[in-house]
C-alpha cells in the first residue's frame, strides 16, 4: 500500500491521541527510542486512511500526501478533467466558482461529481427493485471500504457493488462521453486515493486542503462569488439532488426520494460507524436494515479531513441546505421536466447498469491470539491478576488492555508504553531507591562514627609528637649539661692531685649534679620512648580505621 498518511517522528510527543482516535486497530506502530522517547508510525498496509488520526495531532506530526503538485504539473502539458465534489461548495462558499474557473482557464474541461451521485442513487435504487443486491452497506465513503476490505472482509458480501458518485462520474466521463483525458479530482478526503488505486478510474486526487496552501504559496488570488447562488456552467450537466451527498445521510435521502418504504440506518462519526460495522458482521442477515448508509466522518464529507474548511458545521448545514433548495428547484424546472424520475428514465435508456459496479480486494485479516499466547504479553507489562489486565485506562489509546496485549503481541507497540507497566516499574525503583537512602544513611552514621575516632587518633598522634619534639629538645639540653659536667670533673681531678676531705666534698657534689642531669636525661629518654610507643598505637588504629572506612564505602557499591 502507498503511504498516504505521513509522521514526522521529530514532533511526536507520544500523547497516543493517534492511537486513541484511529478506528483501525492495526495502524499504528508505537515505539519506544534510544532517548527514550515514544513515536508512533503508519502500517500502511493496515492504515484506512480515514485521516483522523491528521485530525487528532495537536503537534503537527501528522500529515497525508496527496496528488495536487502532480496534477498541476500534469495540467501544464495536458488538458485534465477536473471532477468538482460537491463539498466544494461548503468548503468554499465564497470562491468556489473562482477556484473552478482558474482551472479552466488552465484549459481544464470542469464536471459536477453532483451528477455521478444522481446516476449513484439511480443505480442503487434500480438494483434494490430488480433484487440483484441484498441488504447493503453504502461504499461512497474510501475509508469504509478499506476497513472492510481489511477488518471485516466477511462483509464484502454486504458491501454495495455500486461506485461511489465520483467513480460512477469518472465511469460516465471514460464510457458514455468517450473522454480519454486524465482524471484529477477535488475533493474533501484523504481515502479517496485508495478508492483512485483500486479502481483505476481516477489519475489525481486534489484536496481542498493542500489545493488552497498552493494557491496561497504561490500568491494566486482567487476572486469571490456570489453564496447564494449554486449554479455553474459545468461542460456536461450540473448534477440535482446528488449534491447532498456529502452530509450525513445524503445518499438515504436522494433513495428516499424514490421509495421513501426503503429500511434505512444510517451511522457517522469514526467513534460510532466502526464499532457499529463490527456489530453489523455479528448480527444475523434477517436483522440487518436493506441499507446501512455509512460514512466515516461525523458531519459527512463537507468537513472531511482533508478540507481545511474553518466552516463551523452550522455553516455546512446551512449551505447544504439552500444546495438542496436550489437542486430540488433544477429536478423539478431542469431540461429533464419534472426531475428525477425523467432524469431516471434519461439512465435507464442510455446506461448499463453493470459499468457502474465495482470489485473489491479482500485481505486475510491478521489472526487473534489466544489467551494464553498474551498471557506472557501480560506478564510483561505488569499485569499479573485479573484485575489489572481489566484496568482499561485508555491511556496507551487502546480501548482494553486486551487490545493493547494483542497490538504487542502484533509487534506493533511495547509494554513500555502501558500505563500500568510504567507505574510498576516507579513504583519498584521507588522502593529500591528508599531502600538505597537507609542504607546510604546508616552507612554515612557509621563513616561519621569513624571518622570522629581518627580525628581523635590524630589528635594524639599530634600530641605525642610534640611531647616527643619538647623532650628530643630537653634531651638534647641535659646531654650538654652532663657534658659540661663531665668535663668539669676531668679539669676537677686534673686540678686536684692529692684529695682533701673539701675536695673530696666538692668533687661529690659535681658528681651528684652529674648523676642528676644523667636521670633528667633518662626521663627525657623514656618520655620519647613513650610517646613513640602511643605514636605507633595510634597510626596501627588509624590503619584499621581508613580499613573500615574502606570496607563502609565499598557497601554503598554494592
Known amino acids: 500500500m502507498k503511504e498516504i498518511i505521513v509522521v514526522n517522528s521529530d514532533k511526536c510527543v507520544g500523547c497516543n491521541a493517534c492511537v486513541r482516535n484511529c478506528p483501525a486497530p492495526e495502524a499504528n506502530i508505537t515505539k519506544q527510542l534510544d532517548d527514550g522517547r515514544f513515536v508512533t508510525t503508519v502500517n500502511p498496509d493496515r492504515c484506512i486512511t480515514c485521516g483522523e488520526c491528521v485530525r487528532s495531532c495537536n503537534h503537527g506530526a501528522r500529515d497525508f500526501i496527496d496528488d495536487t503538485e502532480m496534477a498541476v504539473n500534469r495540467m501544464k502539458r495536458d488538458k485534465l478533467i477536473i471532477l468538482a465534489t460537491p463539498a466544494i461548495k461548503t468548503v468554499f462558499p465564497t470562491t468556489w466558482k473562482g477556484i473552478l474557473d482558474w482551472f479552466r482557464k488552465q484549459g481544464c474541461m470542469i464536471y459536477d461529481v453532483s451528477f455521478g451521485a444522481d446516476i449513484c442513487t439511480w443505480a442503487h435504487v434500480r438494483a434494490i427493485e430488480n433484487k440483484t443486491v441484498g441488504n447493503v452497506i453504502t461504499q461512497p465513503c474510501a475509508a469504509i471500504v478499506k476497513y472492510i476490505e481489511i477488518y471485516q472482509p466477511k462483509l464484502l458480501n454486504n458491501l454495495s457493488p455500486i461506485h461511489s458518485p465520483i467513480s460512477c462520474a469518472a465511469t460516465y466521463i471514460k464510457n458514455y462521453l468517450l473522454k480519454t483525458n486524465p482524471i484529477a479530482v477535488l475533493s474533501p478526503c484523504i481515502a479517496k486515493k485508495t478508492e483512485f488505486m483500486e479502481t483505476g478510474l481516477v489519475d489525481y486526487n486534489v484536496t481542498f486542503k493542500k489545493l488552497n496552501e498552493y494557491f496561497e504559496k504561490n500568491n494566486i488570488r482567487i476572486p469571490s462569488n456570489a453564496i447564494d447562488d449554486y449554479e455553474y456552467k459545468f461542460d456536461d450537466q450540473q448534477g440535482q439532488v446528488g449534491a447532498v451527498y456529502p452530509r450525513p445521510g445524503g445518499l438515504r435521502d436522494n433513495i428516499w426520494l424514490h421509495d421513501p418504504d426503503i429500511n434505512i440506518t444510517t451511522s457517522e462519526g469514526v467513534h460510532k460507524v466502526y464499532p457499529e460495522l463490527d456489530m453489523y458482521a455479528e448480527m444475523p442477515e434477517f436483522k440487518h436494515p436493506e441499507v446501512f448508509d455509512v460514512l466515516s466522518c461525523e458531519f459527512g464529507c463537507n468537513v472531511g479531513p482533508a478540507s481545511g474548511t474553518n466552516q463551523t458545521v452550522f455553516d455546512v448545514m446551512a449551505t447544504m441546505r439552500e444546495v438542496e433548495k436550489e437542486a430540488k ?101 521507588h522502593s529500591e531507591l528508599a531502600e538505597q537512602h537507609e542504607r546510604l544513611a546508616e552507612i554515612t552514621a557509621e563513616c561519621l562514627s569513624l571518622s570522629n575516632k581518627l580525628k581523635n587518633d590524630v589528635g594524639e598522634i599530634t600530641e605525642n609528637m610534640n611531647t616527643i619534639d619538647g623532650s628530643t629538645t630537653a634531651t638534647s639540653e641535659r646531654a650538654a649539661v652532663v657534658n659540661d659536667l663531665l668535663k668539669n670533673i676531668v679539669a676537677f681531678c686534673n686540678q686536684n692531685d692529692t684529695m682533701d676531705e673539701d675536695t673530696v666534698k666538692q668533687l661529690v657534689s659535681i658528681l651528684e649534679t652529674t648523676i642528676g642531669a644523667f636521670s633528667a636525661l633518662d626521663d627525657n629518654v623514656n618520655t620519647t620512648n613513650a610517646s613513640s610507643s602511643l605514636i605507633q598505637k595510634s597510626i596501627v588504629e588509624i590503619s584499621r580505621l581508613v580499613d573500615e572506612i574502606n570496607e563502609t564505602l565499598k557497601k554503598t557499591a554494592v
Not at 373 to 399: S, W
Open 329 to 429: 428547484k433544477r429536478r423539478k424546472t431542469g431540461l429533464f421536466g419534472k426531475g428525477e424520475d425523467r432524469l431516471f428514465r434519461k439512465f435507464d435508456e442510455e446506461l448499463n447498469l453493470d459499468d457502474f459496479k465495482r470489485n473489491y480486494r479482500p485481505v486475510t485479516p491478521t489472526p487473534i491470539p489466544s489467551e494464553r499466547q498474551l498471557d506472557p504479553i501480560y506478564e510483561k507489562m505488569g499485569k499479573h491478576t485479573v484485575a489489572d489486565r481489566t484496568f482499561n485506562c485508555h491511556a496507551c489509546g487502546y480501548r482494553s488492555c486486551r487490545e493493547m496485549a494483542i497490538a504487542i503481541y502484533r509487534g506493533l507497540n511495547t509494554p513500555s508504553n502501558c500505563i500500568v507497566h510504567a507505574k510498576t516499574v516507579l513504583i519498584a525503583r
